[in-house]
Protein backbone atom coordinates (compact mmCIF):
# COMPACT_ATOMS: atom_id res chain seq x y z
CA UNK A 1 0.00 0.00 0.00
CA UNK A 2 1.60 3.68 -0.60
CA UNK A 3 1.75 5.72 1.99
CA UNK A 4 -0.20 8.24 2.59
CA UNK A 5 -0.08 11.64 5.05
CA UNK A 6 -2.80 14.19 5.17
CA UNK A 7 -2.60 17.42 6.37
CA UNK A 8 -5.50 19.38 7.53
CA UNK A 9 -6.14 23.22 5.92
CA UNK A 10 -9.63 23.90 7.01
CA UNK A 11 -12.07 22.41 9.17
CA UNK A 12 -15.17 23.27 8.85
CA UNK A 13 -18.88 22.04 9.14
CA UNK A 14 -19.96 21.89 5.66
CA UNK A 15 -16.68 22.00 4.07
CA UNK A 16 -13.18 20.26 5.27
CA UNK A 17 -9.76 20.68 2.95
CA UNK A 18 -6.89 18.62 3.49
CA UNK A 19 -3.51 18.38 1.40
CA UNK A 20 -2.80 14.98 0.45
CA UNK A 21 0.79 13.55 -0.02
CA UNK A 22 1.44 9.66 -1.54
CA UNK A 23 4.71 8.12 -2.00
CA UNK A 24 3.30 6.39 -5.09
CA UNK A 25 4.10 3.06 -4.00
CA UNK A 26 1.98 0.24 -5.20
CA UNK A 27 1.40 -2.97 -3.55
CA UNK A 28 -0.92 -5.90 -2.95
CA UNK A 29 -4.02 -4.53 -1.59
CA UNK A 30 -5.87 -6.37 1.40
CA UNK A 31 -9.11 -5.02 0.80
CA UNK A 32 -11.29 -2.69 -1.98
CA UNK A 33 -10.29 1.48 -1.55
CA UNK A 34 -13.79 3.12 -1.31
CA UNK A 35 -14.18 6.43 -0.38
CA UNK A 36 -16.62 7.62 3.25
CA UNK A 37 -18.41 9.78 1.53
CA UNK A 38 -18.50 11.79 -1.52
CA UNK A 39 -14.56 13.41 -2.41
CA UNK A 40 -13.25 16.61 -4.62
CA UNK A 41 -9.70 15.55 -5.41
CA UNK A 42 -7.57 17.94 -7.02
CA UNK A 43 -4.07 16.93 -7.64
CA UNK A 44 -1.66 19.66 -6.66
CA UNK A 45 1.24 17.98 -8.38
CA UNK A 46 2.53 14.58 -9.71
CA UNK A 47 -0.41 11.73 -11.37
CA UNK A 48 -2.54 8.88 -10.62
CA UNK A 49 -4.55 6.45 -11.83
CA UNK A 50 -8.49 6.20 -10.94
CA UNK A 51 -10.81 3.45 -12.03
CA UNK A 52 -13.89 2.43 -10.71
CA UNK A 53 -17.21 0.71 -12.46
CA UNK A 54 -17.46 3.39 -14.66
CA UNK A 55 -14.29 5.90 -14.84
CA UNK A 56 -10.79 5.35 -15.94
CA UNK A 57 -8.46 8.09 -16.15
CA UNK A 58 -5.05 9.51 -15.15
CA UNK A 59 -5.65 12.26 -12.69
CA UNK A 60 -3.03 15.50 -12.68
CA UNK A 61 -2.53 18.72 -12.82
CA UNK A 62 -5.58 20.20 -14.80
CA UNK A 63 -7.77 16.91 -14.20
CA UNK A 64 -10.03 16.79 -11.20
CA UNK A 65 -11.90 13.78 -10.12
CA UNK A 66 -15.43 13.50 -7.73
CA UNK A 67 -14.59 10.32 -5.65
CA UNK A 68 -19.02 8.88 -4.77
CA UNK A 69 -18.90 8.02 -1.47
CA UNK A 70 -18.39 3.89 -1.19
CA UNK A 71 -17.92 3.47 -4.53
CA UNK A 72 -15.54 0.66 -4.72
CA UNK A 73 -12.18 1.96 -6.69
CA UNK A 74 -8.90 1.73 -7.70
CA UNK A 75 -6.21 3.70 -7.33
CA UNK A 76 -2.48 2.81 -8.69
CA UNK A 77 0.43 4.95 -9.45
CA UNK A 78 2.32 2.58 -12.84
CA UNK A 79 4.63 5.10 -13.39
CA UNK A 80 6.02 4.77 -9.80
CA UNK A 81 6.13 7.74 -8.79
CA UNK A 82 4.43 10.12 -5.85
CA UNK A 83 1.82 12.93 -6.03
CA UNK A 84 0.35 15.65 -4.04
CA UNK A 85 -3.42 16.37 -3.61
CA UNK A 86 -6.12 18.56 -2.20
CA UNK A 87 -9.15 16.43 -0.89
CA UNK A 88 -12.36 18.81 -0.45
CA UNK A 89 -14.94 16.25 1.55
CA UNK A 90 -18.25 17.95 3.39
CA UNK A 91 -21.86 18.96 2.37
CA UNK A 92 -20.65 21.27 0.31
CA UNK A 93 -19.24 18.65 -2.47
CA UNK A 94 -22.70 17.17 -2.49
CA UNK A 95 -24.45 20.05 -2.84
CA UNK A 96 -22.56 22.18 -5.64
CA UNK A 97 -21.11 19.10 -7.97
CA UNK A 98 -22.56 17.30 -10.96
CA UNK A 99 -23.50 14.24 -9.83
CA UNK A 100 -23.08 12.57 -13.11
CA UNK A 101 -19.52 13.59 -13.58
CA UNK A 102 -16.30 11.43 -12.38
CA UNK A 103 -13.63 13.87 -14.25
CA UNK A 104 -13.46 17.47 -14.68
CA UNK A 105 -11.06 20.11 -16.25
CA UNK A 106 -9.46 22.30 -14.53
CA UNK A 107 -7.49 25.43 -15.86
CA UNK A 108 -4.14 26.67 -15.41
CA UNK A 109 -5.90 29.80 -14.56
CA UNK A 110 -8.34 28.54 -11.55
CA UNK A 111 -5.17 25.89 -10.62
CA UNK A 112 -3.15 29.15 -9.78
CA UNK A 113 -5.85 31.00 -7.92
CA UNK A 114 -6.48 27.78 -5.84
CA UNK A 115 -2.88 27.54 -5.17
CA UNK A 116 -2.56 31.13 -3.91
CA UNK A 117 -5.41 30.64 -1.49
CA UNK A 118 -4.06 27.23 -0.17
CA UNK A 119 -0.54 28.71 0.13
CA UNK A 120 -2.38 31.57 2.63
CA UNK A 121 -4.70 28.84 4.33
CA UNK A 122 -1.07 26.69 5.32
CA UNK A 123 0.72 29.55 6.50
CA UNK A 124 -2.40 30.84 8.37
CA UNK A 125 -3.14 33.53 7.42
CA UNK A 126 -6.49 35.25 7.58
CA UNK A 127 -8.30 33.83 4.79
CA UNK A 128 -12.32 34.48 4.48
CA UNK A 129 -14.65 31.24 3.49
CA UNK A 130 -15.53 33.45 0.16
CA UNK A 131 -12.17 33.67 -1.20
CA UNK A 132 -11.88 29.49 -0.51
CA UNK A 133 -15.51 29.03 -2.31
CA UNK A 134 -14.61 30.70 -4.98
CA UNK A 135 -11.05 29.48 -5.79
CA UNK A 136 -12.68 25.81 -5.63
CA UNK A 137 -15.82 26.83 -7.45
CA UNK A 138 -13.68 28.54 -10.63
CA UNK A 139 -11.67 24.91 -10.48
CA UNK A 140 -14.48 22.43 -10.46
CA UNK A 141 -16.79 24.56 -12.90
CA UNK A 142 -16.61 24.16 -16.26
CA UNK A 143 -16.07 27.47 -18.45
CA UNK A 144 -19.07 27.62 -20.63
CA UNK A 145 -18.13 30.85 -21.82
CA UNK A 146 -14.93 31.10 -22.46
CA UNK A 147 -13.19 34.64 -22.39
CA UNK A 148 -13.31 37.53 -25.19
CA UNK A 149 -16.05 34.51 -26.94
CA UNK A 150 -18.87 37.09 -27.41
CA UNK A 151 -20.01 39.82 -24.86
CA UNK A 152 -22.32 38.82 -21.45
CA UNK A 153 -26.10 38.94 -22.53
CA UNK A 154 -28.91 40.73 -20.93
CA UNK A 155 -29.24 37.96 -18.48
CA UNK A 156 -25.47 37.68 -17.06
CA UNK A 157 -25.41 41.15 -16.69
CA UNK A 158 -28.92 40.47 -14.53
CA UNK A 159 -26.83 38.12 -12.38
CA UNK A 160 -23.74 40.35 -11.50
CA UNK A 161 -25.78 43.10 -10.77
CA UNK A 162 -27.29 41.69 -7.75
CA UNK A 163 -24.28 39.84 -6.64
CA UNK A 164 -22.83 43.56 -6.52
CA UNK A 165 -25.73 45.07 -5.19
CA UNK A 166 -26.13 42.22 -2.31
CA UNK A 167 -22.23 42.83 -1.38
CA UNK A 168 -22.76 46.63 -1.55
CA UNK A 169 -25.07 45.70 0.92
CA UNK A 170 -23.68 43.01 3.21
CA UNK A 171 -20.11 44.29 2.57
CA UNK A 172 -19.46 44.38 6.52
CA UNK A 173 -20.96 40.69 6.99
CA UNK A 174 -19.42 37.52 6.78
CA UNK A 175 -21.38 36.57 3.85
CA UNK A 176 -20.97 33.16 1.85
CA UNK A 177 -20.63 32.95 -1.76
CA UNK A 178 -23.77 30.33 -1.40
CA UNK A 179 -25.71 33.64 0.34
CA UNK A 180 -24.57 35.78 -2.69
CA UNK A 181 -25.37 33.07 -5.88
CA UNK A 182 -29.33 32.11 -4.28
CA UNK A 183 -29.38 36.06 -3.81
CA UNK A 184 -29.27 36.03 -7.89
CA UNK A 185 -31.18 33.16 -8.30
CA UNK A 186 -27.86 30.84 -9.96
CA UNK A 187 -25.54 28.19 -8.66
CA UNK A 188 -22.21 29.04 -6.94
CA UNK A 189 -20.31 28.36 -10.16
CA UNK A 190 -22.60 30.00 -12.74
CA UNK A 191 -22.26 33.19 -10.09
CA UNK A 192 -18.51 33.13 -9.65
CA UNK A 193 -17.90 32.53 -13.83
CA UNK A 194 -21.00 34.80 -14.53
CA UNK A 195 -19.84 37.87 -12.62
CA UNK A 196 -15.81 37.18 -13.82
CA UNK A 197 -17.12 37.53 -17.41
CA UNK A 198 -19.50 40.41 -17.02
CA UNK A 199 -17.15 42.99 -14.05
CA UNK A 200 -14.02 41.96 -15.70
CA UNK A 201 -12.76 40.60 -11.35
CA UNK A 202 -13.52 38.43 -9.01
CA UNK A 203 -16.70 38.34 -6.30
CA UNK A 204 -14.28 38.44 -3.59
CA UNK A 205 -11.86 40.91 -5.07
CA UNK A 206 -15.19 43.29 -6.08
CA UNK A 207 -16.07 42.92 -2.17
CA UNK A 208 -12.77 43.84 -0.99
CA UNK A 209 -12.41 47.06 -3.62
CA UNK A 210 -16.09 47.59 -1.63
CA UNK A 211 -14.54 47.22 1.81
CA UNK A 212 -11.25 49.13 1.12
CA UNK A 213 -13.87 52.33 -0.38
CA UNK A 214 -15.54 51.93 3.04
CA UNK A 215 -12.43 52.08 4.97
CA UNK A 216 -10.77 55.11 2.94
CA UNK A 217 -14.24 57.12 3.42
CA UNK A 218 -14.19 55.93 7.57
CA UNK A 219 -10.17 57.44 7.81
CA UNK A 220 -10.64 60.56 5.84
CA UNK A 221 -13.75 61.64 6.84
CA UNK A 222 -14.22 60.04 10.89
CA UNK A 223 -11.86 60.02 13.97
CA UNK A 224 -12.66 56.35 14.47
CA UNK A 225 -9.46 54.41 15.79
CA UNK A 226 -8.08 52.17 12.89
CA UNK A 227 -8.68 49.12 14.68
CA UNK A 228 -13.05 50.13 14.90
CA UNK A 229 -12.18 51.47 11.26
CA UNK A 230 -11.42 47.79 10.16
CA UNK A 231 -14.19 46.45 11.75
CA UNK A 232 -16.59 48.68 10.35
CA UNK A 233 -15.44 48.44 6.65
CA UNK A 234 -15.91 43.97 7.13
CA UNK A 235 -12.32 43.65 7.79
CA UNK A 236 -10.98 40.80 10.64
CA UNK A 237 -8.70 43.00 12.53
CA UNK A 238 -6.67 46.15 11.85
CA UNK A 239 -3.70 43.92 10.65
CA UNK A 240 -6.04 42.06 7.93
CA UNK A 241 -7.05 46.16 6.81
CA UNK A 242 -3.80 47.45 6.80
CA UNK A 243 -2.17 44.86 4.22
CA UNK A 244 -4.85 44.84 2.14
CA UNK A 245 -4.97 48.88 2.11
CA UNK A 246 -1.35 49.54 1.34
CA UNK A 247 -1.77 47.13 -1.86
CA UNK A 248 -4.58 48.85 -2.83
CA UNK A 249 -3.40 52.93 -2.14
CA UNK A 250 0.30 52.43 -1.51
CA UNK A 251 0.51 53.36 2.03
CA UNK A 252 -0.81 52.31 5.32
CA UNK A 253 -3.84 53.60 7.07
CA UNK A 254 -1.99 55.43 9.48
CA UNK A 255 -0.18 57.08 7.33
CA UNK A 256 -3.15 57.71 4.89
CA UNK A 257 -4.89 59.60 8.07
CA UNK A 258 -1.61 61.96 9.14
CA UNK A 259 -1.36 62.47 5.85
CA UNK A 260 -4.64 64.10 5.71
CA UNK A 261 -3.85 65.50 8.94
CA UNK A 262 -1.07 67.31 7.75
CA UNK A 263 -2.94 69.08 4.37
CA UNK A 264 -5.89 69.80 6.72
CA UNK A 265 -4.35 72.11 9.14
Known sequence: MPRLHASLLLSEPDL?????????HDGPRLEEEAAEGERLV??????????????????????????????????SHPHGGGDACLSVRGTWVRRWMDPGAATFSVSA???????????????????ERIEVEEALSLAVAPSTHP??????????????????????LRFDSRVTLEELSRSAGVSVFHASRVFRRVM??????????????????????TRLP?????????????GHLGNAFRLRYG????TLRREQVRRSS
Open 200 to 221: GTGIHQHQQEVRLRHALALLLD
Open 251 to 254: RTPG
Open 42 to 75: LALHGRFQFRDARTRAVVGPGVGLLMRSHQPCEI
Open 226 to 238: LAEVALEAGFANQ
Open 16 to 24: QLSRVTCDG
Open 109 to 127: EAYVSLQAVLARVARRESV
Open 147 to 168: EGATAPSPRERTIAEAIAHEVA
